[in-house]
């Protein structure tokens, strides 16, 4: 009797413990099927928390680009919203970070409208402002093209006077000379027995030119293009002038005849045609050729 109370109390336990088994086996994948839910739920959030501060940037951007302000507390509203949303995709989501970020988000949709409407003033500033310039800026420019045209007339004018102010050579002549030791210079046409180039001319009178020293530049170029003479250099407003030779006259406003001697080596001096070319300043004024045997 006492062997069958037994046996049938170890099927008793038996079976509770079957029963509990069970509970718990339901109960775990209830459990895990709750957290997979939830983990399911908070990611979706954390999604929408990521929608929502991309919006607000993309606000903000349309806002400063449309109206090209550079309100420095929109600009540094816009920098907090990406730290945050750097910050939103970094972290792993949880009902306490979540409902962090929302308030935060809460926080932020405030200050975007107080920041905006801050913004639309401003930009209501900024056309007024943008009228009554451009109604200055037609003023200034019906002043400018008076005074443009003023300053036009008066460049022409200098223009002329500079012009008219130049000394031009007449009678340009060269010739290929030879120097005796006793300092007599003597016409030759071969090239081979030339010491030295001759550049003859008269400067014409000239009323409202600039009276006093004068420099005026020879060249003297070979039948091979070749610059003769000190074969120097010098700037002016027209660009840069190589001469052969550089004298200066004391100019009185009248006729006055000037003879320049160029050097030149044996090499140099060859048959062919030269070309002679003479500069008041930077300005030719004269121009000739002569030839060599």
């Known amino acids: 009797m006492s062997e069958e109370n037994n046996g049938t109390k170890f099927k008793v336990l038996i079976g509770v413990l079957s029963v509990l088994l069970i509970a718990l086996a339901v109960y775990t994948v209830t459990l895990y099927n709750d957290s997979k839910d939830t983990v399911s739920n908070l990611e979706q959030q954390k999604e929408t928390i990521e929608n929502e501060l991309e919006e607000l940037i993309a606000n903000y951007d349309e806002v400063i680009q449309e109206n090209e302000l550079k309100d420095k507390d929109l600009l540094a509203a816009r920098e907090r919203i990406e730290v945050l949303l750097d910050s939103v995709k970094d972290a792993k989501a949880n009902a306490a970070l979540i409902d962090r970020y929302r308030a935060e988000i809460g926080r932020l949709k405030e200050e975007r409208k107080m920041l905006f409407k801050r913004a639309d003033s401003l930009i209501a500033v900024n056309e007024r402002l943008a009228i009554e310039r451009d109604s200055t800026t037609t003023v200034l420019t019906e002043t400018r093209k008076v005074v443009d045209s003023v300053n036009e007339q008066n460049t022409e004018m200098a223009e002329t006077i500079k012009k008219g102010s130049i000394v031009n050579a007449i009678d340009l002549k060269g010739d290929a000379v030879i120097v005796r030791n006793s300092g007599k210079v003597v016409d030759t046409r071969r090239a081979s027995r030339a ?63 000037v003879c320049v001697f160029v050097d030149a080596t044996e090499n140099n001096l060859i048959e062919g045609r030269y070309i002679i070319n003479v500069f008041d300043g930077g300005t030719q004024v004269a121009t000739t050729t002569m030839e060599l045997r």
Do not use: H, M, W
């Open 195 to 257: 010491d030295k180039l001759r550049a003859c001319f008269t400067l014409a009178p000239n009323p409202i030119a600039k009276a006093g020293d004068r420099d005026i530049y020879v060249q003297v170029i070979n039948p091979k293009n070749n610059l003769l003479g000190v074969k120097e250099a010098t700037e002016f407003e027209n660009g840069v002038l190589s001469y052969s030779k550089k004298t200066t006259v004391f100019y009185e406003n009248e006729e006055l005849d």
